[in-house]
T-cell receptor, first 113, second 114 residues
């Protein structure tokens, strides 16, 4: 089992619709979760951090965390063509060898006008 | 604006010719990270510095070295680049090492090997 798993996509959504991205992780002890957006050929850009169970909203983005199910999701409301990118889920792992941020492989989102 | 700056944005080197990538930050963060990212893959952590304390990932090849002469600067040295080292190299910083702190990335350096 991968430490952080995401559906690679592409997730195709019409402009104005809601894009729903999912991420599961294997370490029950993880406490910190992040979503990054990465445009093709660019570096990752932090868009959301979430630490507690429940929802966290920031503009058109909502992150949802369920630690019991080891599941974190990202909703993008009113999707725009500029939201077309790869979205990376990242989980802070506590390991004996050293703690580190572990990334999923990313979900590619395509928003069609 | 406080930021993480990587130079150069694009680097072309010859097979086996040493190359150095640089990263500077004005965030005054304690931790600096180097990641390697290949096409359609997740960023892979190579090593990080917590202040002057260097931490190497177990699977980072010996070919990769790093230096942090002061808080603001960090360098990635690739001693003998092979074709498999062609990738985007990302520098990131965080205020402290604890998990609650997000990492902030520079724009990356895309390395090509001839």
């Amino acid at each position: 089992q991968k430490e952080v798993e995401q559906n690679s996509g592409p997730l195709s959504v019409p402009e104005g619709a809601i894009a729903s991205l999912n991420c599961t992780y294997s370490d029950r002890g993880s406490q910190s979760f992040f979503w990054y957006r990465q445009y093709s050929g660019k570096s990752p850009e932090l868009i959301m951090s979430i630490y507690s169970n429940g929802d966290k909203e920031d503009g058109r983005f909502t992150a949802q965390l369920n630690k019991a199910s080891q599941y974190v999701s990202l909703l993008i409301r009113d999707s725009q063509p500029s939201d077309s990118a790869t979205y990376l889920c990242a989980v802070w792992y506590i390991k004996a060898a050293g703690n580190k941020l572990t990334f999923g492989g990313g979900t590619r989102v395509l928003v069609k006008p | 604006d406080a930021m993480v700056i990587q130079n150069p944005r694009y680097q072309v080197t010859q097979f086996g010719k040493p190359v150095t990538l640089s990263c500077s930050q004005t965030l005054n963060h304690n931790v600096m990270y180097w990641y390697q990212q290949k096409s359609s893959q997740a960023p892979k952590l190579l090593f990080h510095y917590y202040d002057k304390d260097f931490n190497n990932e177990a699977d980072t090849p010996d070919n990769f070295q790093s230096r942090r002469p002061n808080t603001s600067f960090c360098f990635l040295d690739i001693r003998s680049p092979g074709l498999g080292d062609a990738a985007m190299y990302l520098c990131a910083t965080s205020r402290v090492k604890q998990g609650g702190q997000p990492q902030h990335f520079g724009d990356g350096t895309r390395l090509s090997i001839l």
